[in-house]
C-alpha cells in the first residue's frame, strides 16, 4: 500500500545541540536518530509513505523516496528528508515520512548522569513467545535443517510481551538508552497514524492507536556521504561479564571462536556481494575486530566504498542489503522459509531499518535490533541469535536473554523478568 498526503511546506526551526534534541523529545515527536555523527528531531509530517520493501529489493521503495523527496524539494523544502523505519518482512508497509520540521546536530555527547525517574515499573501480564524451552528446541531444529539441506545460517528471534500497570515514560527510556549505550545509534520512531484526524479520502490510510518503535541499535547497516559508503556488519556474540578478567576472557575466546568466525564471515561475504556492483571501489577487512555494548561482545567488521555515481541513494543500498544474513540468514530465502516454519510470530519492525535520508542521497541506516514497540502500557521487547552448524540451543537462549538486557535495563529492570 501506498500513501502521500499533503500538507503546508516545512517550518524552519532554530538550531539546537544535540542534548537540547533529546531534552526535546515528547511521545508525539515523528522521530528521533542519534548516531556517532549526528542527532535528528523531527516533528509533524509533511508527507508520508506506506509501501512494502518487495521482491524486488527495494527498488520500488527507494524510487518512490527519491521522488517523494524530489516533490518536496519543488515545495520549497530546500533538502528534505525522509526518516522512519522498514520492517523485515518484505510484504509488510514501511513506515517513512517526510516532517514539516527537522532539527540537525553533531552527535549526542553522553555523561555518566543517569536521569531521574520513578521507576522500577510494575508488569501485570508477562508473555514469552516462544517460551524458552521451544526456543531451545526451535536452535536444534534449525541445526538439523543446515545437516540436510543447502543452508548456512538461520537467525531465530524471541519476543517478550509485557502489559505495564502505568504507560510507558517514553521520553525517560529514550534518555536513558541513550547513556547507557553510547557508541550506538538510538532512536524512536512515531509509527502512529498521523492523518488520523482527517477523512478517510483524505487520508487513504487506515488509523492506528499510538505506538512507538525505540531502542539502541549496535549496528549500521549502511551510511553514504556523497560517493563514500561505510557498512559495519556484526555477527558472533559472547555475554559480557561483570568481573573484568572473566570479561576480557570471554573476549579474546570470541575473537578465537571458529564457529563464530564462520557465521561472522558469511555475513560480511553476503554484505560485500550486495555493495560490490554499486561500487567502484570497495574495502573489506581481512580479519574481524571486537565492538561492545554493555551486555554483549560482538565480531564487527567495517567495509569502506566508493561508489560510481551519485545517483545511488542511501535508500536504495540500504534496501538491497536488507535483509543481510545478520538479521535472516544465508541463503536468503532458504533461511525466511525456516524463520516462517520456526518462529511463528511477526516481527514487525525487528530486524529492520530504522535511520534517514536526505534528497542528496546522503544518509544512515541502522538495523533495528535492541528494541520494543511500545503501545500505551503493552510493550513487545525482541532479541535474536544466528543459529549455524555448532550452535547450542542454551547458549543461544543465554544470548538472547542478554540481548534483551539493553531494554530491560532501559524500563528500570536489571535483568529479564521471572521466566525470561
Known amino acids: 500500500m501506498t500513501s502521500s498526503i499533503s500538507i503546508p511546506a516545512a517550518v524552519a526551526l532554530p538550531a539546537a545541540n544535540a542534548g537540547q534534541l533529546l531534552k526535546q523529545y515528547t511521545p508525539e515527536s515523528a522521530f528521533f536518530f542519534a548516531s556517532p555523527t549526528r542527532t535528528l528531531l523531527a516533528q509533524g509530517v509533511h508527507d508520508m509513505i506506506l509501501e512494502p520493501n518487495g521482491a524486488d529489493r527495494g527498488d520500488r521503495l527507494a524510487d518512490r523516496v527519491t521522488r517523494v523527496l524530489a516533490s518536496a524539494s519543488r515545495a520549497g523544502q530546500g ?23 527537522i532539527q540537525s546536530a553533531g552527535p549526542l555527547h553522553r ?19 516462544p517460551e524458552p524451552r521451544d526456543y531451545v ?68 490510510v487506515p488509523t492506528s492507536r499510538a505506538r512507538t518503535l525505540l531502542g539502541a541499535s549496535p549496528e549500521l547497516l549502511l551510511s553514504r556521504s556523497g560517493l563514500r559508503v561505510i557498512a559495519n556488519p556484526l555477527a558472533g556474540s559472547a555475554v559480557r561479564s561483570p568481573d573484568p578478567d572473566e570479561d576480557r576472557r570471554r573476549a579474546i ?18 554484505v560485500a556481494a550486495a555493495l560490490r556492483p554499486f561500487c567502484r571501489r570497495l574495502s573489506v577487512p581481512d580479519e574481524p575486530s571486537l565492538t561492545q555494548t554493555p551486555t554483549l561482545w560482538h565480531l564487527s567488521s567495517r567495509l569502506t566504498g566508493e561508489l560510481r555515481d551519485l545517483s ?45 535520508s536526505d534528497a542528496s542521497g546522503d544518509g544512515e541506516w541502522a538495523v533495528v535490533i535492541r528494541c520494543a514497540d511500545v503501545a500505551g502500557r503493552a510493550l513487545r521487547l525482541y532479541a535474536g541469535a544466528g543459529i549455524v552448524i555448532g550452535s547450542n540451543g542454551e547458549h543461544e537462549l543465554a544470548e ?5 538486557g539493553t531494554m530491560l535495563n532501559a524500563l528500570g529492570l536489571d535483568e529479564a523478568p521471572e521466566r525470561a
Open 79 to 101: 533538502l528534505p528528508m525522509v526518516v522512519g523505519a522498514v520492517p523485515f518482512n518484505s510484504t509488510s508497509p514501511a513506515h517513512l515520512i517526510v516532517p514539516r520540521a
Open 111 to 129: 555523561t555518566s548522569e543517569s536521569p531521574r525517574s520513578h521507576l522500577p515499573i510494575t508488569i501485570q501480564e508477562l508473555r514469552q513467545v
Open 137 to 204: 528446541r526451535g536452535v536444534e531444529t534449525a541445526v538439523g535443517l543446515m545437516r540436510s539441506e543447502a543452508l548456512s545460517k538461520v537467525v531465530l528471534s524471541r519476543m517478550l510481551e509485557m502489559v505495564l500497570r502505568e504507560p510507558v515514560d517514553l521520553r525517560l527510556v529514550l534518555q536513558r538508552l541513550s547513556q547507557q549505550n553510547r557508541n550506538g545509534y538510538t532512536f524512536a520512531a512515531n509509527l502512529s497514524d498521523p492523518t488520523a484526524g482527517l477523512s478517510s479520502a483524505e487520508r487513504g
Open 253 to 270: 575466546a570470541l575473537l578465537a571462536s571458529e564457529k563464530d568466525r564462520h557465521e561472522h564471515a558469511i555475513v560480511v561475504h553476503a
Open 312 to 356: 545511488i541513494s542511501s535508500m536504495k543500498l540500504a534496501t538491497a542489503l536488507h535483509p543481510t544474513p545478520a538479521v535472516c540468514g544465508y541463503p536468503t530465502d532458504r533461511a525466511r522459509d525456516a524463520i516462517e516454519a520456526i518462529e511463528r510470530f511477526d516481527r514487525g519492525f525487528f530486524t529492520g531499518l530504522v535511520g534517514w
Open 400 to 404: 538472547t536473554t542478554a540481548k534483551l
